[in-house]
């Protein structure tokens, strides 16, 4: 596919490196407080039987078009997921840059009744995530001003039912500070993965705070009777 030469280009010359550890993203923040910051990563290791849940009128979906770069990166500023817009621009053009055409079939934006785009999920893919092509829900965000109103379970939905078009299987990364989303997530199918002790400390921590069914194993004795 034309993607995985343009990734061996990459790889090849170092930037995918730098697109994971020098770019500019905000420091590490408490999006939702009330948890130590630890990430954390999520997988689904078959994309069948995905809940479905329905936008209210009147919002609506649509695709990524080419010139809608500003529109991604105002709502992942808003989001508090980079310092600047300019920070957030810098980041989609040397992730996305290469890939428009691509990112037009898997990038979403929810959309107001006004028209005006106030959220995004990305149905993206890593061809080398534990050695294999996985899908990636990537670059979730709605809008501040757009929160707590039900948007969020639709929104995750729409980049997962565009992600089972191309993969039967996916990942996310995220931290115990958005333990908001982690619910979310949970709720889709997406259990925790555990690859160091930091990480089973982030969902014992992420198990007393939402006692979700899908964390647990993660439950101390002591949890239990609390």
Known sequence: MQFEGKENERRATGVVQQASCSLDHAPPHPVYPGVEYIPVTMIREDLNNLPNYSLPPPFSMRDFTPGDEDVWAAIEFAATEFKSMEKAREHFDLEFGDYQDELCNRCRFLVAGNGRAI????AWRNPSYRGNLYGRLHWVAIHP????????????GAAMQRLREFHNRAYLTSQTTSWKAIKVYLDFGFSPVVEADRH?????LLWQKLR???LSSFASEESWKN
């Open 119 to 122: 959220g995004t999920a990305t």
């Open 145 to 156: 001003d757009f929160q707590g109103r039900g948007l969020s379970k639709p929104l995750v």
């Open 200 to 204: 089973r400390r982030a969902w014992e």
């Open 212 to 214: 979700h069914p899908g």
